[in-house]
């Protein structure tokens, strides 16, 4: 049974940086896809950043690009979100997701059928 399990949020003053942890287990796959996604009150959930694991390629959304980096350390079976630059805007909570293959991170729009329960994230400005 796949479990993936959030930590690493908080509360940061705008411009500062947080890194989000996801620790997956009982994954027996090599190469797949997962992604943070994040919903804030009132709004609906959208993906933040995607990751092939295996093959390396991310997709960022548009409002996170260029602050937030997405990878994942295979030995550590761990996926991770380094968030910088912080804005009252990011404040939402962050999920992980994950996804079996054949997968794609060509958009954000996929229906991942694994999911954390989530860690929050408070930017105040």
């Known amino acids: 049974q796949v479990q993936l399990v959030e930590s690493g949020g908080g509360s940061v003053q705008a411009g500062g940086s947080l890194r989000l942890s996801c620790s997956a287990s009982g994954y027996g796959y090599v190469k797949y896809c997962m992604g943070w996604f994040r919903q804030a009150p009132g709004k609906e959930r959208e993906g933040v950043a995607l990751i092939y694991v295996g093959y390396g390629g991310t997709t960022y959304a548009d409002s996170v690009k260029g602050r937030f980096t997405i990878s994942h350390d295979n030995a550590r079976n761990t996926l991770y979100l380094q968030m910088n630059s912080l804005k009252p805007e990011d404040s939402a909570m962050y999920y992980c997701?994950?996804?079996?293959?054949?997968?794609?991170?060509?958009?954000?729009?996929?229906?991942?059928?694994?999911w954390g329960q989530g860690t929050q994230v408070t930017v105040s400005s």
């Open positions: 997701a994950a996804d079996s293959p054949p997968c794609s991170i060509a958009t954000m729009d996929v229906a991942y059928p694994y």
